[in-house]
């Protein structure tokens, strides 16, 4: 009987001990830090607009440690961010495969609380004089593009629909006719073209068919070597109830 007893003794003496390791590494003070702020144009101080699915992010790596891993903090649509969630420490900061120039921070300190910081970037493309507006049956947009560097070129421009205020790229929905974008292959130089997109709305009633607010963004997306992903810039969306 006193061998049985060892025997079961033995496992729960095993779980008890993992148990106390567990809780003792678990006993690590939670984040204690804000962080937020935008992306800003270094040229107009305007917020650079993104995606908010697949679009730019920011690549944080805290400092002092052996194995720095990589932290994904999103930008939201508008070109703000938020993380109230954050560890006071230094971090390295990238941006790469974003829709502006990539650079690096290597060290910025986030202190315990809150902490207000905007970053200055150089958009792919500035999206200027931007007029998005109802005509007869149609959604017109004209506007005019900038480049951010010389040697920015451009790929595509597309005039976005949706429900709600995360339309682009990533959420949009899929117009009939050819108005809403054009594709450039080879990409041409940017100038001061004026653009003009349209959405049809005869063409698309199955998509437009309730009588509410719809959202309507500009989106232009650049080709430039030897900066990882590009993402599209983007002008600040307009509401238009049908």
């Known amino acids: 009987m006193k061998r049985i007893l ?5 496992p729960f003496s095993i779980f008890v001990l993992t148990a106390c390791e567990i809780f003792h590494l678990d006993n690590y003070d939670g984040p204690n830090a804000s962080f937020y702020g935008g992306i800003k144009d270094a040229e107009t101080g305007e917020l650079v607009e993104t995606d908010i699915q697949n679009g730019s992010a920011i690549r944080a790596y805290e400092l002092g440690w052996p194995t720095e891993a990589a932290l994904t903090w999103v930008i939201k649509q508008n070109g703000e961010f938020r ?4 560890f006071a420490a230094h971090y390295k900061i990238e941006f790469i495969n974003c829709n502006f120039f990539p650079f690096t921070i290597e060290d910025l300190e986030i202190k315990s609380g809150d902490n207000q910081h905007d970053f200055q970037a150089t958009p792919y493309i500035r999206i200027n004089n931007i007029n998005i507006r109802k005509e007869g049956n149609s959604i017109v947009a004209t506007f005019n593009l900038q480049a951010g560097k010389p040697e920015v070129k451009l790929s595509a421009i597309r005039l976005y629909a949706f429900t709600d205020i995360y339309v682009g790229e990533q959420v949009k929905f899929e117009t009939q006719g050819t108005n809403s974008r054009q594709t450039f292959s080879p990409a041409k130089e940017i100038d001061n073209t004026t653009y003009t997109l349209r959405i049809e709305l005869d063409e698309n ?3 437009f068919k309730y009588n509410r607010n719809y959202y309507f963004r500009v989106g ?3 080709s430039v070597s030897n900066v990882g992903t590009v993402r599209y810039n983007y002008a600040p969306l307009v509401v238009i109830p049908l």
């Open 6 to 10: 060892n025997i079961l003794l033995i």
């Open 83 to 86: 993380n109230d969630m954050a």
């Open 205 to 207: 009633t199955n998509l």
């Open 220 to 222: 232009a997306l650049a």
